[in-house]
């Protein structure tokens, strides 16, 4: 069975531009999670969807969005780029909602580099 | 506020020998706790998880994890180390601050293991 697709692997970008990240989840996963991970702060929870819902949300700026998709595809937005969002971008997805286990499967990242 | 601490940013540890990681944890419930395993330049591959039952769990790779209730521990270890063990080693603990509403994970700062042949 296919694992976590990410699309791009690899973009670099300028400040004050946006970016779009790509994520498909495992087959029969609803749940989908992004997180940013970075040196200095880590791996840091940025929102999780469920059936096309925002459920929950991470601290971080209006700037950072995103969406799910009917098929649970799911994208992240980045708006006016800075310096400091440079980071490796990680979506997971996880088969249900309430009363699940919770493992979470990554997929291999988007790793932007902000100039 | 619910978090997990990995004390150790870096552990060295011989090939053939047994390997610890440490985490401790801090949830207000019964925790829901996990280990990941980073190489470089990818994402992050689940080795094994507790949820209930059985204070030692078994994952992939011959690695295993100890819950140790009353220290509030959730220790990876591995009998017998190899050299591509080396990676970032991540423990987690999912929040419970949504009763049980979603899946989202409260992770360590990482360990760096380093096996030397």
């Known amino acids: 069975k296919a694992g976590v697709t990410q699309t791009p692997r690899y973009l670099i970008k300028t400040r004050g531009q946006q970016v779009t990240l790509s994520c498909s989840p495992i087959?029969?996963?609803?749940?989908v999670s992004w997180y940013q991970q970075t040196p200095g702060q880590g791996l840091q929870f940025l929102f999780e969807?469920?059936?096309?819902?925002?459920?929950n949300k991470g601290n971080f700026p209006g700037r950072f969005s995103g969406r799910q998709f009917s098929n649970s595809r799911s994208e992240m937005n980045v708006s006016t780029l800075e310096l400091g969002d440079s980071a490796l971008y990680l979506c997971?997805?996880?088969?249900?909602?309430?009363?699940?286990?919770?493992?979470?499967?990554f997929g291999e990242g988007s790793r932007l580099t902000v100039l | 506020a619910q978090s997990v601490a990995q004390p150790e940013d870096q552990v060295n540890v011989a090939e053939g020998n047994p390997l610890t990681v440490k985490c401790t944890y801090s949830?207000?419930?019964?925790?829901?706790l996990f280990w990941y395993v980073q190489y470089p330049n990818r994402g992050l591959q689940f080795l094994l998880k507790?949820?209930?039952?059985?204070?030692l769990v078994k994952g992939s790779y011959g690695f295993e994890a100890e819950f140790n209730k009353s220290q509030t521990s959730f220790h990876l270890k591995k009998p017998s180390a190899l050299v591509s063990d080396s990676a970032l080693y991540f423990c987690?603990?999912?929040?419970?601050?949504?009763?049980?509403?979603?899946?989202?994970?409260?992770f360590g700062t990482g360990t760096l293991l380093a096996v030397q042949p």
């Open positions: 507790y949820i209930t039952g059985d204070n």
């Open positions: 087959s029969g996963h609803r749940s």
């Open positions: 949830v207000s419930g019964n925790p829901y």
């Open positions: 997971a997805s996880s088969l249900a909602g309430t009363g699940s286990t919770g493992e979470l499967f």
């Open positions: 969807y469920f059936s096309e819902t925002q459920r």
């Open positions: 987690a603990v999912r929040d419970l601050n949504y009763g049980g509403a979603t899946n989202k994970l409260i």
